[in-house]
C-alpha cells in the first residue's frame, strides 16, 4: 500500500506528539511508500521510502500558507498514494476530503478523543473511523472499526527490579492542563505526607496553551509554597522509558470518558498502576481503579504498600495493544474499504 498520513507535528524532541515518530516508522514497516504531511516539521530520522512535507509552522508562515501548501501537496502527491489517514485531525478531512473522493482514494480518520469539534462533517468524508476503543470516539457511527491502541512495547520493556524505592517513587505522565487535573497529584502528595509515607512524584508533561502555561505557574508556586516533593519536568518520547522503569507506581487522573493509552505504557512496563478511568474496568484488576479523590488514590497506595506484589500485565499489553499490530489492523480496515 502506498499511504498519506496527514498529522500534527512530525518531531522526535516534541514532549507532546513524539512519539508519532515511531507509528511513521511502524507504517514504513508495513508499505511500499509513505508520504507524511504534518502542520510542523522538526527532527527525524525514517526509512528512505518515507517522505515528511510540512505544511510550515516551523517556519511561521501564515494560517493562508498552511492552506496553500496542504493543497499543493496533496495535489502534487495524488499518484503517490491510494489511501489516506488522518490522525487526530478532522479538518485535514474537511479540506481534503472531497477531492480524496473525486480521486477515489481510500480515506481513515484515527481519532481518541472526547472532544466533537468538526467531527460530523469530517465524517461524512471519511470512509472508516479508527479508534482505540468503542468509548475513545464520541459521535456514534457505523464507519467506527475499534483497533485498540498501538504501544511500542519494545520502546517500553518490562521493570526487571521490582524492589521499592526509598522514598517511594511515584510516577504520572500527562499533558500539564486543567483539564487533566494536575492539582489532584499536589493534594495526593499532601495526604500521603499526613500520613507519613516517603515519596517523590514525578509529573512528566508541559504545557501546550496559555492557559495550560499559567495553570502550571500557580501548580509550581503550590508545590514551592508547601515544599512538596514533587518534581514537574518535559521529556520526549525517547526520554520516557527510563523514568517508567525509575517508578513504583503510576498514577493516572481521568475522567475523559475513554481508554486513553498512557497507562498501557505502564502496564507495559509492569508498572503498578492507579487510574479513575472506568474505561479499564476488564484491563486493570478492580481495585486498581479508584474514586477520582486523592482520598482514594492514598488510600489504594497504602494498601499496595502493605503487599506490594509486582503486577504482571505486560503480556496483556503486548498481545492487544502492541504497535505493531496496531498498525497491521488499520491497514487491514483501510484495504477493506470498497
Known amino acids: 500500500m502506498k499511504l498519506l498520513i496527514l498529522t500534527q507535528k512530525v518531531d522526535t524532541n516534541d514532549d507532546n506528539l513524539s512519539f508519532f515518530h515511531n507509528w511513521i516508522a511502524a507504517f514504513a514497516g508495513q508499505c511500499e511508500r509513505v508520504s507524511v504531511i504534518c502542520l510542523y516539521e522538526g527532527a527525524h530520522e525514517l526509512p528512505a521510502h518515507v517522505r515528511v512535507y510540512s505544511l510550515g509552522k516551523e517556519q511561521r508562515v501564515s494560517r493562508l500558507r498552511y492552506i496553500w501548501n496542504f493543497y499543493r501537496y496533496i495535489i502534487a502527491l495524488r499518484h503517490e498514494y491510494d489511501a489516506v489517514l488522518v490522525h487526530m485531525n478532522p479538518e485535514y ?15 481513515g480518520l484515527w481519532y481518541t478523543h472526547k472532544s466533537k469539534r468538526l467531527l460530523r462533517p469530517a465524517l461524512f468524508f471519511a470512509d472508516l473511523v479508527l479508534s482505540g476503543s468503542v468509548d475513545s470516539f464520541p459521535i456514534p457511527t457505523k464507519k467506527l472499526a475499534v483497533t485498540a491502541h498501538g504501544i511500542d512495547t519494545d520502546h517500553f520493556p518490562s521493570k526487571t527490579d521490582f524492589a521499592l524505592h526509598h ?28 500520613r507519613g509515607i516517603d515519596h517523590h512524584i ?22 514551592a509554597l508547601k515544599k512538596l ?33 498512557v497507562p498501557l505504557q505502564a502496564m507495559a512496563t509492569n508498572l503498578y498502576v492507579l487510574t479513575s478511568n472506568l474505561s479499564y474496568k476488564g484491563i486493570l484488576p478492580e481495585g486498581n481503579i ?10 489504594a497506595i497504602a494498601k499496595y504498600l502493605k503487599d506490594p506484589v509486582p ?9 492487544e495493544h502492541n504497535l505493531t499490530t496496531l498498525i497491521g489492523r488499520i491497514l487491514g480496515e483501510i484495504k477493506q474499504v470498497t
Open 93 to 107: 478531512l474537511i479540506l481534503g476530503g472531497a477531492l480524496w473522493k473525486f480521486w477515489k482514494k481510500r480515506v
Open 167 to 194: 522514598p517511594l517513587a511515584i510516577l504520572s505522565d500527562t499533558r500539564i492542563s486543567r483539564s487533566k487535573h494536575v492539582e489532584r497529584t499536589l493534594a495526593i502528595s499532601e495526604l500521603l505526607r499526613e
Open 202 to 223: 514525578t509529573i512528566l508533561g508541559g504545557p501546550i496553551t496559555e492557559d495550560d502555561m499559567r495553570y502550571k505557574e500557580a501548580l509550581s508556586r503550590e508545590i
Open 229 to 261: 516533593p514533587i518534581t514537574v519536568k518535559s521529556v520526549t518520547y525517547k526520554e520516557l522509558p527510563a523514568y517508567y522503569q525509575a517508578a513504583d507506581i503510576f498514577i493516572n487522573h481521568a475522567n475523559v470518558g475513554a481508554l486513553n493509552k
Open 290 to 299: 479508584v474514586v477520582a479523590t486523592p482520598n482514594a488514590f492514598v488510600d
Open 311 to 319: 503486577p504482571m500485565s505486560r503480556d496483556s499489553i503486548c498481545k
